[in-house]
């Protein structure tokens, strides 16, 4: 494979984790409502997002992505940390991702409870600054910044209808923060930086199996997700018991030079302590 091949791949690969999300029940949002913009309509449902379940924590992740049968390693680093941002309580989360092209960094800050989105910063071969604000009172919000790759900037400058989240693993923490349980569904919309558009992502807990990990055993639910109607779909298992951080994750991206597969296994866990837990 060439080299230009596999950049172009591995760009995907991150475009799978460049989303952002806010919750409407998947029952109230048939297919034929989905506009350009994702799901339209209510945004009910993203009261159920509680952020306080988060727990500050390290997870280390063994990853590979499979491009033509061939694997290529792509270990990443989790952080969430509770933070103070501008007088508000707040989560920031950081991932560092070990490509064969060097360090990516994304660092993601969110308000503490709603988990709803302040600003993003990714770092790497590409750069990215991007800043949130709302939701208004009418419920809207909005995302401005720039990203720049190979010396080339262009502005993000995105309306966005609903509540919406900023990325990354973002809408998989944010469905981790909701009561789950078996047949537990919910539509998310996601905001795609690169080409500033807005996704549906659906989830849906199919059942409960336990997962054996090199970080441990555990209860976990497993949750079907499915972005973009089809583009990205696969199974991520996420801990039963709060803070629910998933453990594995089995994703397949569709692309012109055909499916991409990307697996995950947790392989340390560090819960750390946080005296100004509230």
Not at 71 to 80: E, V
Not at 86 to 97: E, K, P, Q, R, S
Not at 123 to 134: E, F, I, Q
Not at 190 to 218: I, N
């Amino acid at each position: 494979m060439s080299r230009l091949l596999f950049r172009c791949v591995l760009a995907l690969f991150f475009a799978a984790f460049l989303s952002a999300a806010a919750t409407v029940p998947a029952a109230t949002v048939p297919a034929a409502a989905q506009g350009p913009d994702g799901p339209s309509g209510d945004t009910d449902g993203f009261e159920k997002i509680d952020g306080t379940k988060l727990a500050p924590a390290t997870l280390s992740y063994d990853a590979t992505m499979k491009i033509d049968g061939r694997p290529r390693d792509l270990s990443s680093t989790q952080t969430f940390a509770r933070t103070a941002t501008g007088g508000a309580d707040t989560w920031t989360l950081v991932n560092t991702i070990e490509t064969p092209g060097g360090l990516r960094t994304d660092s993601l800050i969110v308000d503490r409870s709603s988990l709803l989105p302040i600003s993003r910063h990714l770092r790497g071969r590409v750069m990215m600054n991007l800043t949130y604000t709302g939701p208004s009172t009418a419920g809207g919000m909005a995302a401005s910044g720039t990203m720049k790759r190979r010396g080339q900037s262009k502005p993000i400058s995105k309306d966005l209808d609903g509540p919406t989240l900023a990325g990354g693993v973002h809408d998989v923490v944010a469905f981790g923060a909701m009561p789950l349980e078996p047949g537990f569904r919910a539509a998310l919309r996601v905001f795609s930086p690169q080409d500033q558009s807005v996704k549906r992502a659906e989830f849906e807990v199919t059942g409960t199996e336990t997962v054996e990990t090199p970080a441990g055993t555990f209860e976990t639910y497993v949750v079907d997700l499915n972005v973009g109607g089809g583009y990205i779909t696969g199974t991520v298992h996420l801990r039963k018991t709060a803070p629910r951080y998933y453990v594995k994750w089995a994703t397949e991206v569709a692309t012109g030079q055909g499916t991409r597969t990307i697996r995950q296994t947790l392989s340390s866990m560090e819960m750390q302590a946080s005296p100004d837990a509230k």
